[in-house]
C-alpha cells in the first residue's frame, strides 16, 4: 500500500477471530462477513481479537459496531479481546468503549 499501511488480516477459528493490521472499510465489512459465518451452527460467544490491529478508522468502527448489533440480534455476546493502545485509544476518542464489552 502506499501509506505503508498494511491491510487488515482476519483469521477465525469458530467463533473466535484475531485481526492485525488495518480495520478500514472493507476490511470491516469482511468482519461482518466472518462473523455472520462463524455465528451459523455454532454457540457462546464471539471474540474478536484486536491486539494485532494498528490502525482502525471510522468506517472500521463503523464495522464493529454493526458486528455487535448482528451478534446481540442473534442472542449472543461479542467480545473485544485485548484491544491494542490504537484501537483502545480510538475508542476512547470516540467515546464507543461502553458500547463493547472488553477483555
Do not use: W, Y
Not at 467463533?15 to 462463524?38: P, W, Y
Not at 457462546?44 to 481479537?49: C, P
Request: proline share 2%; charged share 20%; with cysteine.
Amino acid at each position: 500500500m502506499p501509506n505503508g499501511k498494511s491491510a487488515c488480516v482476519i483469521k477465525r477459528t469458530g467463533t473466535a477471530l484475531a485481526l492485525s493490521g488495518l480495520l478500514d472499510h472493507g476490511q470491516g465489512m469482511a468482519l461482518v462477513t466472518e462473523v455472520e459465518d462463524a455465528l451459523h451452527g455454532s454457540v457462546g460467544r464471539v471474540v474478536v481479537d484486536l491486539h494485532k490491529v494498528t490502525v482502525v478508522d471510522s468506517r472500521g468502527l463503523l464495522a464493529l459496531i454493526a458486528t455487535a448489533r448482528n451478534v446481540e440480534q442473534a442472542g449472543r455476546s461479542l467480545v473485544l479481546q485485548r484491544p491494542s493502545q490504537t484501537v483502545r485509544r480510538f475508542l476512547a476518542i470516540t467515546d464507543t468503549e461502553r458500547a463493547f464489552a472488553v477483555e
